[in-house]
Nanobody, 120 residues
Framework: EVSLEESGGGLVQPGGSLRLSCAAS????????MSWVRQAPGKGREWVSGIDTAGRTYYVDSVKGRFIIFRDNTKNTLYLQMNSLKPEDTAVYYC??????????????WGQGTQVTVSS
């Protein structure tokens, strides 16, 4: 059974940093693209970043230069390093698994999400 468990969310001041983690199990982690998707209060889901099996990374324009996605296939873990956080980054962040090696914009499994709140 596929399982994705996020951690690392919390309350941070504007300009601060957080690192999200996603522990994956139940599938061959190294064989699938992965992504992070967020949902802000009162808004729809927004794709944030993705990484394919070759390590190529992709970002929504609003986080380019501030967020870094990476994966550790030896630990079956996906990460999102978030720097220079802004109040508009406040959202629930979901880790998702793609159905292929390359489709970083598609998701067939989702974690439960972790709350990130950026506020002074």
């Amino acid at each position: 059974e596929v399982s994705l468990e996020e951690s690392g969310g919390g309350l941070v001041q504007p300009g601060g940093s957080l690192r999200l983690s996603c522990a994956a199990s139940g599938f061959t982690f190294s064989s699938y693209a992965m992504s992070w998707v967020r949902q802000a209060p009162g808004k729809g889901r927004e794709w944030v970043s993705g990484i394919d099996t070759a390590g190529r990374t992709y970002y929504v324009d609003s986080v380019k230069g501030r967020f870094i996605i990476f994966r550790d296939n030896t630990k079956n873990t996906l990460y999102l390093q978030m720097n220079s956080l802004k109040p508009e980054d406040t959202a629930v962040y979901y880790c998702t698994k793609a159905p292929t090696t390359w489709s970083t914009r598609e998701s067939d499994y989702w974690g439960q999400g972790t709350q990130v709140t950026v506020s002074s």
